[in-house]
């Protein structure tokens, strides 16, 4: 009896070293990461060599939209990894590698971004094609550590009971900023347009429509946003709503 309890002993003692080095991994990833770039509070890394001036201009037009939201603080700094190698995409991106960037609140305010053309301020698709259209390089920057801020601003529970449509609306909202067109993302909602799924599309479109509609229609503070009181399906029919002649 002894001599097992020792083996499921040593087991879980294995277990949370593991899970230690990981966490001491997420934290402090720079070992990996040999080029980067820095402009204010935000450092971009890379497994890739880059050219550091066009870094730090995907880096300035991500401050540019953190700095709209009045969650941010540019006394508080953020690293930003890109991982090209696949095995890092594996080894940072854990079980949702595939997706285009990852963040870990409350663990580290640390995010990791898949493989990128820094120089073009894209993404790479798993598909190997640039990721189009407003979602660049900065917005990805933007999302993920809009992330942290709504985690700083709410605590860490709060911020993982958040509805998915409150806490990935609002990172979507930030990270587009002006390029956000509200009647066009109206109507595609109205005309349930394909994009609007958000199973189908993978885009936080339908989500970043709802959030737009609260905060620039109905006048709410992003704290209030964030209270999580907000049900979904009665902010859609507001919005259907609203649209009517």
């Known amino acids: 009896m002894k001599s097992k309890r ?30 980067s770039a820095t402009s204010g509070e935000l450092t971009l890394y890379s497994d890739r060599p880059f050219e550091p001036e066009r870094g730090k201009e995907s880096l300035v037009a991500a401050q540019a939209k953190l700095a709209a939201s009045p969650l941010f603080s540019a006394e508080e700094s953020h690293a930003i990894f890109i991982c090209n190698a696949r095995w890092r995409q594996m080894l940072f991106f854990n079980r949702v590698y595939g997706v285009g960037g990852v963040n870990y609140y409350p663990v ?7 493989d990128a053309l820094v120089e073009e301020n894209r993404l790479v698709s798993p598909s190997g094609k640039l990721v189009p259209g407003d979602r660049t390089l900065d917005y990805f ?12 601003a709410v605590g860490a529970i709060r911020y993982h009971l958040l509805p998915e449509w409150v806490r990935e609306g609002y990172a979507d909202y930030v990270g587009k900023n002006s390029t956000f067109n509200y009647d066009e993302a109206l109507r595609a909602f109205l005309s349930d347009a394909p994009e609007m799924d958000r199973e189908k599309s993978g885009l936080y479109l339908r989500y970043h429509l709802l959030v737009a ?17 907000a049900d979904q399906q009665t902010v859609e ?3 259907r709503t609203s649209a009517q002649p």
Not at 6 to 17: D, M, R, T
Not at 143 to 152: D, P, V, W
Request: proline letters at 3%; charged letters at 20%.
């Open 108 to 114: 580290t305010r640390n995010v990791f971004l898949r």
């Open 237 to 239: 029919n507001e919005v």
């Open 141 to 152: 920057i933007t999302h993920e550590i809009a992330h942290s801020l709504t985690g700083e």
């Open 6 to 35: 020792k083996v499921w002993l040593k087991i879980g003692g294995s277990l949370l070293a593991i899970l230690a080095i990981y966490l001491m991994l997420l934290c402090f990833p720079q070992p990996f990461f040999a080029y």
């Open 213 to 229: 509609y609260l905060l620039e229609k109905k006048k709410w503070s992003v704290q209030k946003l964030l209270e999580g009181s």
